[in-house]
């Protein structure tokens, strides 16, 4: 469960490009919990794919007009001034088209998470790396006028051949609101090396009394994803740490948790899934640990097949 929770952190990291550093930063803080031991995770040290050349393909869809209540949808190509740590970024002659996988997307975020994103903006990327073994669409979304850098509400992942889901998160959820003064002492506190059994404490949290609720919670969120397969187990992982505070004593402490799950499908297929523990909503869902290439090494002087 460790390796695979690593896989999980370390695969899609790398695979989201550009998207990756506010998704390393979350989950060295909600992720790193759930490691059952004292492994240290610092994924963006370990990495040494080059990201000074990569120009990725990136599309600007906006997925239905909010003054009509028909859903169209318009694309334009942006320059490439932006880098990403995936080669490949050109799509390929069997890739379905960007606009196409916007509106797979846009149905995905309404079937998963009830929403409806007409009048919002899809920023699509085309995602290949040699540790996967399939490319991906991914897509963040935004409220028109947006960049996708540091503004995104949703972000999502599909076989960039196929249409098939693969991730799916909720940037209100991931990343919620907390003060500056809390950042400042997480950012110094989780900075300090040696206080790493100091840190595994506070993302750390217990499993809720009432456990059967969230597992039926769980299994709602995965059947939503798996719309084409049947769910036969769900598992859960472990809670860890998702808002932080300071105590009366002024001390770092943790105020709201999310809840770590593994679900399967009648394929073999596993989906790693967080749900706030407090309110019950899916934070995020991530299938692509499944797709990475047998025995690749992303630790080394070159990443490769170990």
Same mark, same amino acid.
């Given at each position: 469960?460790?390796?695979? /929770? ?42 040494? /794919? ?7 393909? !990136? ?57 409806? /994103? ?123 740490? &998702? ?15 999310? &809840? ?12 790693? !899934? ?33």
């Amino acid at each position: 469960m460790k390796k695979d /929770i690593i896989k999980v952190v370390a695969a899609t990291a790398i695979s989201m490009g550009v998207f990756g550093v506010a998704f390393v930063s979350v989950n060295n803080f909600a992720l790193a919990s759930a490691i059952e031991g004292t492994q240290r995770i610092h994924p963006m040290e370990s990495q040494t /794919i080059s990201v000074a050349s990569q120009t990725p393909q !990136l599309s600007r869809i906006v997925v239905g007009d909010p003054q009509t209540s028909e859903s169209t949808s318009t694309i334009r190509f942006e320059s490439g001034s932006r880098t990403s740590i995936m080669p490949g970024a050109e799509p390929s002659a069997n890739a379905i088209s960007a606009d196409a996988a916007a509106e797979i997307g846009k149905q995905y975020i309404l079937d998963v998470l009830g929403v409806d /994103i007409d009048g919002k903006a899809i920023h699509m990327m085309y995602s290949a790396h040699p540790s996967m073994t399939r490319t991906f669409w991914r897509g963040i979304v935004t409220e028109q006028q947006d960049s996708y850098l540091n503004n995104a509400l949703y972000d999502f992942a599909l076989d960039a051949v196929s249409g098939q889901r693969v991730n799916i998160s909720n940037h209100n959820r991931v990343m919620p609101y907390m003060p500056e003064e809390v950042l400042n002492a997480l950012n110094e506190f989780f900075q300090d090396r040696n206080r790493f059994d100091e840190q595994i404490a506070l993302r750390t949290g217990q499993p809720p009394a009432q456990l059967d609720g969230y597992i039926q919670t769980a299994r709602d969120f995965a059947e939503r994803h798996f719309s084409a397969t049947e769910v036969v187990s769900v598992e859960f992982v472990n809670s860890n740490a &998702l808002r932080f505070g300071f105590d009366e004593h002024r001390n770092l402490a943790a105020i709201g948790h999310q &809840l770590v799950f593994t679900a399967t499908d009648s394929t073999g297929r596993v989906a790693y !899934l967080a749900i706030d523990q407090e309110t019950h909503e899916l934070i995020w869902l991530f299938t692509e640990s499944n797709d990475i290439v047998p025995g690749f090494n992303y630790v080394g002087t070159e990443p490769g097949r170990g």
